[in-house]
């Protein structure tokens, strides 16, 4: 082999080693933007909860930063952009990837002191945290791609690789982020490992930066590090993180009744607990779901009730009614395992005579052939509201699996004094139950959200009052007449289907207020 053929194959060895380098860090910067954008979801949840509000915040905001990102790219690729470029625009990435949680502490007091509404709040804060990080890494691919060309005139090969590996970085990204990292590394340890990503990357791509800017950038990381430690921003809200919410105990204590726990699924609390006195149902709804059990029923202690609860949450009601009736048997259909291993490690709640499984609890309804006497619906988290059960076709599954004389209940969150959902949800009933009828301890003294607990059989109507048999003294009052003359009339709301179920619009008049926070 002859000098000149030799140097042309160690040239061409040498394109092709530094055309995979671009190519790989292409595929990585990209994974991080779609961990990053995973990752902003359960970063926001405990202040604006999850909803398709929130995320379409996130992914608008994201794809705005990449989109303007690759504007800058292409422009600095064509005005002399070089490797050292990418090098510190990977740097940069890294930085306000920590940033984000700087910011966090900074905009949430904010936001929660001000009266914006959901959306425009989830919009801010995605766009103080995720808008520059992912500007910078919009950046990345058409630098090195543009890069990449002037070793290999092949266009359409090199741009087509480029960005091939930019969609299975993204695909990647999301994939891990979903399914591994979120529940086994939590949020803040996910965020600066892909910042520590991101710096290692640039190093390769700095070789020829000055001395100067090398130092600038690291008292600029150096500095945003210690801030955020100053401000607490790497200490994580929740005590656990699963790939539904983010969850904590708090202390629910009241001189009124005692020692008692309360646990919060992302930014509501969902249940409280009394330490010693498990059939002692604090909150004024799911008092009434029992209530309204031992009047439809005419049950006592000796009651062998067959219960099937959709949502366990904090188990207050499964473990309240383990407590009052021993003969019972209870069902609970909760899709997260980590909040049924939160009520029994911090709620009191012992799980061993219930059978738990974890599973949607539409899909355990659908191919479950037992017979009920109560079904509770208890899934509905505040703005987050599953679809797929509060339609007709829910409906009926539900009915499928109640005896003739079984009483199906639902709380539900709504505005008062016009819950469209609410409306929505008690005519889509009516179709398969004869009768249907909305409850409330009391009505609110002006527009607010509060929850409503409705009820639905074939059997026998329920009179207009309950009164509480057990625990505090309360009544809950039928509001069926009321709640259908006031605001929008009950003929222009629809019948929820599998094919059309407009959550969002009904809930408008709560997510436009700050009645959702």
């Given at each position: 082999?002859?000098?000149?053929?030799?140097?042309?194959?160690?040239?061409?060895?040498?394109?092709?080693?530094?055309?995979?380098?671009?190519?790989?860090?292409?595929?990585?910067?990209?994974?991080?933007?779609?961990?990053?954008?995973?990752?902003?979801?359960?970063?926001?949840?405990?202040?604006?909860?999850?909803?398709?509000?929130?995320?379409?915040?996130?992914?608008?905001?994201?794809?705005?930063?990449?989109?303007?990102?690759?504007?800058?790219?292409?422009?600095?690729?064509?005005?002399?952009?070089?490797?050292?470029?990418?090098?510190?625009?990977?740097?940069?990435?890294?930085?306000?990837?920590?940033?984000?949680?700087?910011?966090?502490?900074?905009?949430?007091?904010?936001?929660?002191?001000?009266?914006?509404?959901?959306?425009?709040?989830?919009?801010?804060?995605?766009?103080?945290?995720?808008?520059?990080?992912?500007?910078?890494?919009?950046?990345?691919?058409?630098?090195?791609?543009?890069?990449?060309?002037?070793?290999?005139?092949?266009?359409?090969?090199?741009?087509?690789?480029?960005?091939?590996?930019?969609?299975?970085?993204?695909?990647?990204?999301?994939?891990?982020?979903?399914?591994?990292?979120?529940?086994?590394?939590?949020?803040?340890?996910?965020?600066?490992?892909?910042a520590l990503c991101l710096a290692l990357l640039a190093i390769p791509f700095m070789r020829k930066i000055?001395?100067?800017?090398?130092?600038?950038?690291?008292?600029?990381?150096?500095?945003?590090?210690?801030?955020?430690?100053?401000?607490?921003?790497?200490?994580?809200?929740?005590?656990?993180?699963?790939?539904?919410?983010?969850?904590?105990?708090?202390?629910?204590?009241?001189?009124?009744?005692?020692?008692?726990?309360?646990?919060?699924?992302?930014?509501?609390?969902?249940?409280?607990?009394?330490?010693?006195?498990?059939?002692?149902?604090?909150?004024?709804?799911?008092?009434?779901?029992?209530?309204?059990?031992?009047?439809?029923?005419?049950?006592?202690?000796?009651?062998?009730?067959?219960?099937?609860?959709?949502?366990?949450?904090?188990?207050?009601?499964?473990?309240?009614?383990?407590?009052?009736?021993?003969?019972?048997?209870?069902?609970?259909?909760?899709?997260?395992?980590?909040?049924?291993?939160?009520?029994?490690?911090?709620?009191?709640?012992?799980?061993?005579?219930?059978?738990?499984?974890?599973?949607?609890?539409?899909?355990?309804?659908?191919?479950?052939?037992?017979?009920?006497?109560?079904?509770?619906?208890?899934?509905?988290?505040?703005?987050?509201?599953?679809?797929?059960?509060?339609?007709?076709?829910?409906?009926?599954?539900?009915?499928?699996?109640?005896?003739?004389?079984?009483?199906?209940?639902?709380?539900?969150?709504?505005?008062?004094?016009?819950?469209?959902?609410?409306?929505?949800?008690?005519?889509?009933?009516?179709?398969?139950?004869?009768?249907?009828?909305?409850?409330?301890?009391?009505?609110?003294?002006?527009?607010?959200?509060?929850?409503?607990?409705?009820?639905?059989?074939?059997?026998?109507?329920?009179?207009?009052?309950?009164?509480?048999?057990?625990?505090?003294?309360?009544?809950?009052?039928?509001?069926?007449?009321?709640?259908?003359?006031?605001?929008?009339?009950?003929?222009?709301?629809?019948?929820?289907?599998?094919?059309?179920?407009?959550?969002?619009?009904?809930?408008?008049?709560?997510?436009?207020?700050?009645?959702?926070?």
């Amino acid at each position: 082999m002859d000098t000149n053929n030799a140097a042309l194959i160690s040239s061409s060895s040498s394109v092709r080693r530094v055309l995979m380098w671009y190519g790989f860090a292409i595929f990585l910067s990209s994974a991080i933007l779609l961990v990053l954008e995973i990752v902003a979801g359960r970063l926001i949840a405990p202040y604006v909860g999850v909803s398709i509000y929130s995320w379409t915040s996130i992914i608008g905001v994201i794809l705005a930063g990449l989109s303007l990102g690759n504007w800058i790219g292409g422009r600095w690729a064509d005005s002399g952009g070089s490797e050292t470029s990418a090098g510190i625009v990977l740097l940069l990435s890294a930085v306000f990837s920590v940033a984000s949680l700087l910011s966090l502490t900074i905009v949430a007091p904010l936001l929660q002191n001000s009266n914006l509404d959901l959306i425009s709040s989830s919009f801010f804060y995605v766009l103080s945290m995720f808008f520059v990080p992912a500007a910078l890494l919009g950046i990345v691919t058409p630098l090195l791609t543009t890069l990449a060309l002037r070793l290999d005139t092949r266009a359409g090969h090199i741009v087509g690789r480029m960005h091939a590996l930019a969609a299975l970085g993204s695909i990647l990204g999301t994939f891990i982020t979903g399914y591994w990292l979120v529940q086994y590394f939590g949020t803040r340890k996910i965020v600066i490992g892909s910042a520590l990503c991101l710096a290692l990357l640039a190093i390769p791509f700095m070789r020829k930066i000055r001395v100067t800017h090398t130092a600038a950038l690291l008292v600029l990381m150096v500095g945003v590090l210690a801030i955020t430690q100053a401000r607490d921003g790497f200490t994580n809200p929740c005590q656990w993180e699963s790939n539904y919410f983010c969850l904590r105990v708090v202390d629910a204590s009241d001189p009124e009744y005692g020692n008692a726990k309360g646990m919060i699924l992302d930014h509501l609390i969902h249940g409280i607990n009394h330490e010693t006195k498990a059939d002692l149902l604090i909150s004024p709804y799911v008092h009434a779901m029992d209530e309204i059990v031992r009047v439809f029923f005419g049950v006592g202690e000796d009651s062998e009730l067959h219960y099937f609860f959709a949502g366990g949450g904090a188990y207050t009601q499964p473990r309240a009614v383990t407590a009052m009736y021993p003969n019972a048997k209870i069902t609970v259909a909760e899709l997260d395992p980590q909040v049924t291993a939160t009520a029994e490690q911090a709620m009191f709640v012992d799980t061993s005579h219930m059978q738990v499984i974890h599973r949607d609890a539409r899909a355990v309804l659908q191919k479950n052939r037992e017979q009920h006497d109560v079904v509770v619906t208890d899934v509905f988290h505040d703005i987050s509201v599953p679809y797929h059960m509060v339609t007709q076709e829910f409906a009926q599954t539900v009915k499928r699996n109640l005896r003739e004389d079984g009483l199906y209940l639902v709380n539900i969150i709504d505005i008062f004094p016009n819950p469209r959902l609410v409306k929505s949800l008690i005519k889509t009933l009516q179709v398969e139950f004869k009768y249907v009828d909305v409850w409330l301890d009391k009505a609110p003294d002006s527009v607010t959200r509060t929850t409503f607990v409705i009820s639905a059989n074939n059997a026998r109507a329920l009179p207009d009052m309950i009164v509480a048999q057990r625990g505090f003294e309360r009544r809950w009052l039928r509001i069926n007449q009321p709640l259908f003359v006031t605001g929008t009339p009950f003929e222009a709301l629809p019948v929820l289907t599998d094919d059309f179920v407009p959550v969002e619009y009904l809930l408008s008049g709560m997510l436009f207020t700050d009645s959702a926070l």
